[in-house]
T-cell receptor, first 121, second 107 residues
Framework: EVQLVQSEAEVREPGQSLKISCKASGYSFSNYWIGWVRQMPGKGLEWMGIIYPDDSDTRYSPSVQGQVTMSADKSTSTAYLQWSSLKASDTGMYYC???FGDGLLSHLGYWGQGSLVTVSS | DIQMTQSPSTLSASVGDRVTITCRAS??????LAWYQQKPGKAPKVLISEATNLQRGVPSRFSGSGSGTEFTLTISSLQPEDFATYYC?????????FGQGTKVEIK
């Protein structure tokens, strides 16, 4: 059974760094793209980017390019999303989701439970 | 980037109603469109992929149609558990985009 388990809720102050995780199981981690989707409070879904764990090929949405870094650790089957300097506007729920198929152009067939990030002074 | 526009933003309906949600793409995306359902406090769940392909385990009252730039999600007979927010998403190019969502409320 494919499972994506995300890290717990985090609270940080503006300017601090953060790395959240998405641990995968039940399939060959290296061979499926994993994407990140954010949802600001009370708002819709926004695609942030996607990473291919086998070679760390990463594609970012223009809206987050340079603001976040996506990475993947094949040894632990874990994908990461990190910020070096958080802003209050980064507050929201962040979901990891795996492509259903093994190609880049596929719908998101499996989702993590979400990681709530709160940035407040 | 390809823009996805859903309508309506909110829909009030009763149990048993037939409900249709529309999604328009700013350029052709062939059939590379998925529909997701999201309930409060939960992760989205895929209902339909490739515009018309019903996912395993999804009730047959859900159906999708369309290609190119115009797509619809239809719920043939709305059930209490269907009150949720629905999103379309294109994956024609790697810069995926979602529609803004349609909230289906109880009338």
């Amino acid at each position: 059974e494919v499972q994506l388990v995300q890290s717990e809720a985090e609270v940080r102050e503006p300017g601090q760094s953060l790395k959240i995780s998405c641990k995968a199981s039940g399939y060959s981690f290296s061979n499926y793209w994993i994407g990140w989707v954010r949802q600001m409070p009370g708002k819709g879904l926004e695609w942030m980017g996607i990473i291919y764990p086998d070679d760390s090929d990463t594609r970012y949405s223009p809206s987050v390019q340079g603001q976040v870094t996506m990475s993947a650790d094949k040894s632990t089957s874990t994908a990461y999303l990190q910020w070096s300097s958080l802003k209050a506007s980064d507050t929201g729920m962040y979901y990891c989701a795996r492509n259903f198929g093994d190609g880049l152009l596929s719908h998101l067939g499996y989702w993590g439970q979400g990681s709530l990030v709160t940035v407040s002074s | 980037d390809i823009q996805m526009t859903q309508s309506p933003s909110t829909l009030s309906a009763s149990v048993g109603d037939r409900v249709t949600i529309t999604c328009r793409a700013s350029q052709s995306i062939s059939s590379w469109l998925a529909w997701y359902q999201q309930k409060p406090g939960k992760a989205p769940k895929v209902l339909i992929s490739e515009a018309t392909n019903l996912q395993r385990g999804v009730p047959s009252r859900f159906s999708g149609s369309g290609s190119g730039t115009e797509f619809t999600l239809t719920i043939s007979s709305l059930q209490p558990e269907d009150f949720a927010t629905y999103y379309c998403q294109q994956y024609n190019t790697y810069r995926w985009t979602f529609g803004q969502g349609t909230k289906v409320e109880i009338k």
